[in-house]
């Protein structure tokens, strides 16, 4: 399982959208472990196959408390998933993008949503998210829709060398 190289600003292939999943064979699962591997490696807590250079709805997700590093982070795999509900509550969070090396920005996201979509097997799956893992699909499915984080942001900036950068997803 190779790691791949992540596409970054301006590769247009970042703003395109992405066209459904209809086959999932060996070269899919290539895919997901190599999107697994990539996103660990890099490290971040999402990636979308766009960031991989591979205009198809996939996402890879992996999250975990880390306050308590007993329990394992839960690794998510959505093929073609669609947000299907969003709360009316957001929160204005602070996000960086492994496809946007060096920037953060502050950006309003829905605090629940429900996630529709299929595992690596082709099986119907539905999510409920809250919180930051909310904010990370919301994130990474925008970027299926040819959306970056800075396109949403209220505020964007360079951190200072001594600012702790958030999870990049």
Request: glycine residues 6%.
């Given at each position: 399982?190779?790691?791949?190289?992540?596409?970054?600003?301006?590769?247009?292939?970042?703003?395109?959208?992405?066209?459904?999943?209809?086959?999932?064979?060996?070269?899919?699962?290539?895919?997901?472990?190599?999107?697994?591997?990539?996103?660990?490696?890099?490290?971040?807590?999402?990636?979308?196959?766009?960031?991989?250079?591979?205009?198809?709805?996939?996402?890879?997700?992996?999250?975990?408390?880390?306050?308590?590093?007993?329990?394992?982070?839960?690794?998510?795999?959505?093929?073609?998933?669609?947000?299907?509900?969003?709360?009316?509550?957001?929160?204005v969070g602070?996000?960086?993008c492994l496809?946007?090396?060096?920037?953060?920005?502050?950006?309003?996201?829905?605090?629940?949503?429900?996630?529709?979509?299929?595992?690596?097997?082709?099986?119907?799956?539905?999510?409920?998210?809250?919180?930051?893992?909310?904010?990370?699909?919301?994130?990474?499915?925008?970027?299926?829709?040819?959306?970056?984080?800075?396109?949403?942001?209220?505020?964007?900036?360079?951190?200072?060398?001594?600012?702790?950068?958030?999870?990049?997803?």
């Amino acid at each position: 399982m190779p790691v791949r190289t992540i596409v970054t600003l301006p590769d247009p292939l970042l703003r395109r959208k992405s066209r459904p999943v209809t086959k999932f064979d060996a070269q899919l699962q290539t895919l997901i472990d190599d999107m697994i591997e990539t996103m660990r490696a890099a490290p971040g807590v999402g990636l979308a196959a766009p960031q991989v250079g591979v205009s198809e709805r996939l996402i890879v997700v992996e999250y975990g408390d880390d306050e308590d590093e007993d329990i394992p982070k839960k690794l998510y795999v959505l093929v073609n998933p669609e947000i299907k509900s969003f709360s009316q509550e957001t929160e204005v969070g602070v996000e960086g993008c492994l496809s946007v090396p060096g920037l953060l920005g502050e950006v309003e996201r829905s605090l629940a949503v429900t996630i529709k979509g299929l595992n690596r097997h082709g099986q119907p799956v539905k999510i409920k998210a809250q919180d930051w893992l909310a904010r990370v699909f919301q994130h990474e499915i925008d970027h299926l829709n040819g959306v970056v984080f800075t396109d949403r942001a209220t505020k964007v900036w360079k951190p200072e060398p001594d600012q702790p950068m958030v999870d990049n997803v």
